[in-house]
């Protein structure tokens, strides 16, 4: 069965470019989650989507990151004018209700040169 | 910040040896899980235990759970070398009908063959 898939798997952009980085969920999957991580280090939160509504962007680091959720599946992680420190996996998850674990993606890879 | 902590950040045994790590949170939560992350893939569930569960099992893997030290403890006996991975503790907010998971910032557990 399919997982979570994130694409593209690698992306190289340059300081200023806006960059998409899109998510497709386990298909019924109600929630779906957005986490960054930095080299070895830990996940940060960033976004949380249940259906198509955010009800916690909390961890968005600047309004420079947007995401959206459209018909209740794929979602896309938009960074606008890209900055070095942006270098990071951005892993989606998603998971089939409340409090029921997650499901990873491999992660987009984002390098900003 | 309700980010757990893990313990230590790393951990080096020999196979067949026993590897024990720590986690600790902030506040009060409705379940906590552990993760499992391979070097450049997603996350992978392990385990979740409730807030009213004390201890768990799954095949090598025992957790337990401390509400009132705030700490959990993932013990995996008989390692083997498929065990290095970094291993992660997340936690919810405790709130009802909250979903987003903070994440620890792992341990790095090494098994040489």
């Known amino acids: 069965g399919a997982g979570v898939s994130q694409s593209p798997s690698n992306k190289v952009t340059e300081k200023g470019k806006d960059v998409e980085l899109r998510c497709d969920p386990i298909?019924?999957?109600?929630?779906l989650y957005w986490y960054r991580q930095s080299l070895g280090q830990g996940l940060e939160f960033l976004i949380y989507f249940q259906g198509n509504s955010a009800p916690d962007k909390s961890g968005l680091p600047s309004d420079r990151f947007s995401a959206e959720r459209t018909g209740g599946s794929v979602s896309t992680l938009t960074i606008q004018r890209t900055q070095q420190e942006d270098s990071a996996v951005y892993l989606c998850?998603?998971?089939?209700?409340?409090?029921?674990?997650?499901?990873f993606g491999n992660g987009t890879r984002l390098t900003v040169t | 910040s309700q980010q757990g902590e893990e313990d230590p950040q790393a951990l080096s045994i020999q196979e067949g040896e026993n590897a024990t790590m720590n986690c600790s949170y902030k506040t009060s939560i409705n379940n906590l899980q552990w993760y499992r992350q391979n070097s450049g893939r997603g996350l992978v569930h392990l385990i979740l235990?409730?807030?009213?569960?004390r201890e768990k099992h799954s095949g090598r893997l025992r957790v337990t759970l401390d509400t009132s030290k705030k700490s959990s403890s993932l013990l995996i006996t008989a390692s083997r070398a498929a065990d290095t991975a970094s291993y992660f503790c997340?936690?919810?907010?405790?709130?009802?009908?909250?979903?987003?998971?903070?994440f620890g910032t792992g341990t790095r557990l090494t098994v040489i063959p």
């Open positions: 998850a998603s998971s089939p209700f409340l409090e029921s674990p997650l499901h």
């Open positions: 235990i409730r807030s009213n569960e």
């Open positions: 298909s019924g999957h109600t929630a």
């Open positions: 997340a936690t919810d907010a405790g709130r009802a009908g909250a979903n987003n998971l903070f």
